[in-house]
């Protein structure tokens, strides 16, 4: 799993929530769509600022400090400012709201579990554990 994971996860977000948006809508009103709408948009807004403040600082060569910063001062500040702003909205019910912020975090592990459980991912399969009882096995004969 690389960093275009990410970008396949924020994809599959915005499908998912274009999807459910209008039955949101339709079933529970407008107030509690679109606040679940602002929560899936700021919910992906912090996991791309996370990312990119994740692959600007962790690295073995030389770290872009002026990009960190940059990322910085937009995620702390502004993004937590606005969700702040979101949540003092009278009209949005906080539980939509932290519900749709939380679905990027949710689709990510759905597609993780995805991966280990069909093996599409080489690197995470549960071979490790599998050989390790079986040489333990074979050890004790």
Sequence with gaps: MGIEFIARTLRTTTLVALMLFPFLLYYFGWWPGLAWLSGVVWGGL???SLTSLVTNTLRTEKIDREKAAIVGIFKFPLLYGAGFALLMIDQFPIQWLLIGAGMPLFILVLKAGGRLLTGADNQVTLAPFQSSQSQTA????
């Design 138 to 141: 074979e050890g004790s004969k």
């Design 46 to 48: 912090n996991l791309i």
